[in-house]
Structure formats: C-alpha cells, structure tokens
Antibody, heavy 121, light 106 residues
Framework: QVTLKESGPVLVKPTETLTLTCTVS??????????VSWIRQPPGKALEWLAH???????SYSTSLKSRLTISKDTSKSQVVLTMTNMDPVDTATYYC?????????????WGQGTLVTVSS | DIQMTQSPSSVSASVGDRVTITCRAS??????LAWYQQKPGKAPKLLIY???SLQSGVPSRFSGSGSGTDFTLTISSLQPEDFATYYC????????FGGGTKVEIK
C-alpha cells in the first residue's frame, strides 16, 4: 500500500525558513520509476507545483520560486525534505507531497493528506 | 511556463446530468494532460492521465479527450459523490495546473 505523509510546523513567522518532510511507504525512493514532488494550495485557490526529486537525485524547481526552494531525499529513511526560505504570509497554504510513478515528472498518482502551514507573526 | 485555462470556473448540475469541463493550454502539449478530482479538505485524486487514459479504480463515467491545446473532461452521468472541484494539469516540465472547476449541486 502506497502512502505519503507530510510533517512540519503549522505556524512559521515571516522571514523564517520552512522545512517540511514527506515520509513515504509502499515504494522505494531508489526505484528508477519513482519520484516525489511538493505541491501547494493556498486556501480557496488552485494547486501550484513547487519542486520534484527523481530517483537519481536529479531535481527540478518552480521557475518563480527556484531561488527559495531546496528539495532533497534520504532514501534510507524513505523521506523527501523541502525547505523554503524567507517565508511570507502569501506562502500560507496546504503543502502536499505527491508521487510520480513513471520515471518522468508527469502525473501524480498518490498524494499525501497535506499539511496546512500558516505564515504569521 | 505553460499556462492552463479551465472553463467554466463553476457549473451547477443535477444528478444524472452530463457535465463537460474544458482545459486549454497556452501552447501545444501533445497528450501530456491529467485531470484530478478534489473534495473539500482532501488531497486531489488522479482521474485521467495522458489525456484519455482512465486511472485504475476510477469509474467509467469519467472520460477525457483532446490533444495539442484543447482538452475535455466529461462525466457522463453525474453521481452524488462527483460534486467536487476538478483540476487539469499539463505534464511538460515544469508542470502547471488549471484554475479549477467547481461542480455544484443544482
């Protein structure tokens, strides 16, 4: 059974750095077909893709947020970590991690439940 | 980045209705398109990938069509559990999502 679960702070202050962890089970991050993305959704708004990490550790980032994002993984712990620097209230959103199972950055077939992060002083 | 435009932004329909949602890409994406269903407080669920392939376990009343820049999601006979928001996503890199279409009870 494939599962993904996000964890991290529920509240961060403006200018702080956010660190989120996605713990996966039911598949291996070293499997050549597997990759994990982070996607966010501000309250009442649409989905926005942030970053992706492939099995070979190659990374891809949102054009507009690239300077603030870092994605990494620890295959032995089955975890993918996203850091986002210089947080602002507009970054308030539910943050999801999601799997791609094709070897490409394509379709997201499994999603975590999401974690709501509020940015406020 | 490729922009995805969905229409309508919302639609009111009754159980049993046929519902069609469209998605337009700002440039050609071949068949690299997916559709997701999202219910309040839940993560999106993959319905359709590669424009017209039904994800395992998804009811056959859902279908997708299109290629290039214009795509369609059709629900042939709307069921009570289908009231939700639907998003398209293009799968060229970087991936981008449409603005969503909320299917509401009429």
């Amino acid at each position: 059974q494939v599962t993904l679960k996000e964890s991290g702070p529920v509240l961060v202050k403006p200018t702080e750095t956010l660190t989120l962890t996605c713990t996966v089970s039911g598949f291996s991050l070293s499997n050549a077909r597997m990759g994990v993305s982070w996607i966010r959704q501000p309250p009442g708004k649409a989905l926005e893709w942030l970053a992706h990490i492939f099995s070979n550790d190659e990374k891809s980032y949102s054009t507009s947020l690239k300077s603030r994002l870092t994605i990494s993984k620890d295959t032995s712990k089955s975890q993918v970590v996203l850091t986002m620097t210089n947080m602002d209230p507009v970054d308030t959103a539910t943050y999801y991690c999601a799997r791609t199972g094709s070897g490409y950055l394509s379709y997201f077939d499994y999603w975590g439940q999401g974690t709501l992060v509020t940015v406020s002083s | 980045d490729i922009q995805m435009t969905q229409s309508p932004s919302s639609v009111s329909a009754s159980v049993g209705d046929r519902v069609t949602i469209t998605c337009r890409a700002s440039q050609g994406i071949s068949s690299w398109l997916a559709w997701y269903q999202q219910k309040p407080g839940k993560a999106p669920k993959l319905l359709i990938y590669a424009a017209s392939s039904l994800q395992s376990g998804v009811p056959s009343r859902f279908s997708g069509s299109g290629s290039g820049t214009d795509f369609t999601l059709t629900i042939s006979s709307l069921q009570p559990e289908d009231f939700a928001t639907y998003y398209c996503q293009q799968a060229n890199s970087p991936p981008t999502f449409g603005g969503g279409t909320k299917v509401e009870i009429k």
